[in-house]
């Protein structure tokens, strides 16, 4: 039977769960996406042979198979759909079996959010869009160069459509490289989602990093690999249980041995996450290494000195410096006192200089609706259940201001972490 021709917006979703269904057909179709809701694996993928589909959403946890097996045969029926994992349990064991089954675009943990699962769909869109038109466009190139063998007369006309269809190549690399920015901006999103603390930092990371990578002193390759890792380097920290990562930010002290070696593991989980992406290979190895120490005391594999990758010598002083939680001053002479014993002297030097070329991100703490007071800079937008933003992220509270919150979350509650600046 021939399968229908694409459609660029249409969307199968599966879940055996009619609410959980319900709720996101009725979320997508809003936003004009054609949507196919199926309860049943089979009718599913009888509805694959027969329609084309951009994007295809399943639950994970399903009686006549799972998720996975299910997407994994998907895969066989249209390669090029983009494909979805959604899942109540976000594990890396998880994490790992989807790229490797099914080949998964995204996942979603529950419960999901709408603007993270429109912002998901969305991207996916795109990502089916480039790959059928880098499709088209090869066979095109291919075709021409075949027509250009054949027709010597018209050798100057075809070689400027070549030139042209070498272009359109052009722009959509350029689109792919656009989309691979788009997913370090919702691998944030994942990591932020898991513990608001964790974004934050991880904001404060990537501003020092995207200074130090300015430097001529780093090779071009160096640069790109700092910025990537400085985005990724806390995405292993999803692999852990949340409450030992809450405990690790606010009481590290209380930490036992077991829990430590579990920490320090993180690491290894977050170069796994990002080998998973091709041409990725130097990014994980400067996550793997940002823990380790100049003098060799560090983990996962107490490397030492000129042994630690460069771009992880200057990823471990920008995590040093926003991790210590110390006033900025402070936090500075503790990086240049543990300058040749924790952090390479070269890097620190780096820091220090690039440090003064802009204002180094302030530090963040969490604060509960009674206690927030005039005069606090949100570090975070606070928005209504629904996605609509309330207050803007680095606005100055005042009175009134919180008084409206307040009044706002007395009829309709706040449910987000609230985070200033200190």
């Given at each position: 039977m021939?399968?229908?021709?694409?459609?660029?917006?249409?969307?199968?979703?599966?879940?055996?769960?009619?609410?959980?269904?319900?709720?996101?057909?009725?979320?997508?179709?809003?936003?004009s996406y054609d949507v196919s809701?199926?309860?049943?694996?089979?009718?599913?993928?009888?509805?694959?042979?027969?329609?084309?589909?951009?994007?295809?959403?399943?639950?994970?946890?399903?009686?006549e198979m799972t998720g996975l097996e299910f997407l994994d045969e998907c895969k066989v029926i249209q390669p090029n759909a983009s494909r979805i994992l959604i899942t109540g349990v976000l594990t890396l064991n998880t994490v790992v079996e989807a790229v490797n089954r099914g080949e998964i675009f995204r996942f979603l943990a529950k419960p999901w959010i709408r603007e993270e699962l429109l912002a998901t769909v969305e991207n996916a869109t795109q990502r089916y869009t480039l790959v059928e038109a880098n499709e088209k466009l090869q066979a095109d190139t291919l075709d021409l160069n075949e027509k250009l063998v054949a027709t010597n007369a018209s050798l100057e006309d075809k070689i400027r459509e070549l030139e042209e269809k070498a272009s359109e190549l052009d722009h959509a690399n350029q689109a792919l490289e656009r989309n691979f920015r788009h997913s370090l901006e919702?691998?944030?999103?994942?990591?932020?989602?898991?513990?608001?603390?964790?974004?934050?930092?991880?904001?404060?990371?990537?501003?020092?990093?995207?200074?130090v990578a300015k430097s001529p002193l780093l090779e071009p390759r160096e640069q790109e690999t700092l910025r990537v890792s400085s985005w990724l380097y806390n995405l292993g920290r999803i692999g852990l249980p949340r409450d030992l990562v809450s405990k690790s930010l606010n009481?590290?002290?209380?930490?036992?041995?077991?829990?430590?070696?579990?920490?320090?593991?993180?690491?290894?989980?977050?170069?796994?996450?990002a080998n998973f992406v091709e041409n990725l290979e130097e990014v994980g190895q400067a996550i793997r290494s940002h823990r380790?120490?100049?003098?060799?005391?560090?983990?996962?594999?107490?490397?030492?000195?000129?042994?630690?990758?460069?771009?992880?010598?200057?990823?471990?002083?920008?995590?040093g410096f926003v991790e210590c939680n110390l006033p900025r001053d402070q936090a500075l002479e503790h990086i240049i006192r543990e300058s040749g014993r924790?952090?390479?002297?070269?890097?620190?030097?780096?820091?220090?200089?690039?440090?003064?070329?802009?204002?180094?991100?302030k530090q963040v703490r969490e604060v509960t609706l009674a206690e927030l007071e005039a005069g606090m800079v949100l570090a975070k937008g606070i928005y209504s259940p629904s996605g609509l933003l309330l207050i803007p992220e680095e606005r100055r509270l005042t009175g009134?201001?919180?008084?409206?919150?307040?009044?706002?979350?007395?009829?309709?509650?706040?449910?987000q972490r609230l985070m200033v600046f200190r």
């Amino acid at each position: 039977m021939k399968i229908s021709e694409p459609r660029s917006r249409s969307v199968l979703v599966l879940d055996d769960d009619d609410i959980v269904l319900l709720a996101i057909q009725e979320t997508l179709e809003r936003e004009s996406y054609d949507v196919s809701a199926f309860t049943n694996p089979h009718e599913a993928l009888k509805a694959l042979s027969q329609n084309r589909y951009a994007v295809i959403i399943s639950d994970h946890r399903m009686p006549e198979m799972t998720g996975l097996e299910f997407l994994d045969e998907c895969k066989v029926i249209q390669p090029n759909a983009s494909r979805i994992l959604i899942t109540g349990v976000l594990t890396l064991n998880t994490v790992v079996e989807a790229v490797n089954r099914g080949e998964i675009f995204r996942f979603l943990a529950k419960p999901w959010i709408r603007e993270e699962l429109l912002a998901t769909v969305e991207n996916a869109t795109q990502r089916y869009t480039l790959v059928e038109a880098n499709e088209k466009l090869q066979a095109d190139t291919l075709d021409l160069n075949e027509k250009l063998v054949a027709t010597n007369a018209s050798l100057e006309d075809k070689i400027r459509e070549l030139e042209e269809k070498a272009s359109e190549l052009d722009h959509a690399n350029q689109a792919l490289e656009r989309n691979f920015r788009h997913s370090l901006e919702l691998c944030f999103r994942l990591i932020e989602a898991f513990h608001p603390i964790l974004g934050q930092q991880t904001k404060s990371v990537v501003a020092i990093c995207e200074e130090v990578a300015k430097s001529p002193l780093l090779e071009p390759r160096e640069q790109e690999t700092l910025r990537v890792s400085s985005w990724l380097y806390n995405l292993g920290r999803i692999g852990l249980p949340r409450d030992l990562v809450s405990k690790s930010l606010n009481d590290p002290q209380a930490i036992d041995e077991n829990e430590k070696t579990l920490l320090q593991h993180y690491p290894v989980y977050g170069q796994t996450l990002a080998n998973f992406v091709e041409n990725l290979e130097e990014v994980g190895q400067a996550i793997r290494s940002h823990r380790e120490r100049f003098d060799g005391h560090g983990y996962p594999d107490k490397l030492s000195r000129e042994s630690i990758p460069v771009p992880a010598r200057h990823l471990a002083v920008a995590v040093g410096f926003v991790e210590c939680n110390l006033p900025r001053d402070q936090a500075l002479e503790h990086i240049i006192r543990e300058s040749g014993r924790a952090y390479h002297p070269e890097a620190v030097r780096l820091f220090m200089k690039s440090s003064n070329l802009s204002s180094l991100p302030k530090q963040v703490r969490e604060v509960t609706l009674a206690e927030l007071e005039a005069g606090m800079v949100l570090a975070k937008g606070i928005y209504s259940p629904s996605g609509l933003l309330l207050i803007p992220e680095e606005r100055r509270l005042t009175g009134g201001v919180i008084s409206k919150i307040k009044e706002h979350d007395f009829a309709n509650p706040i449910t987000q972490r609230l985070m200033v600046f200190r």
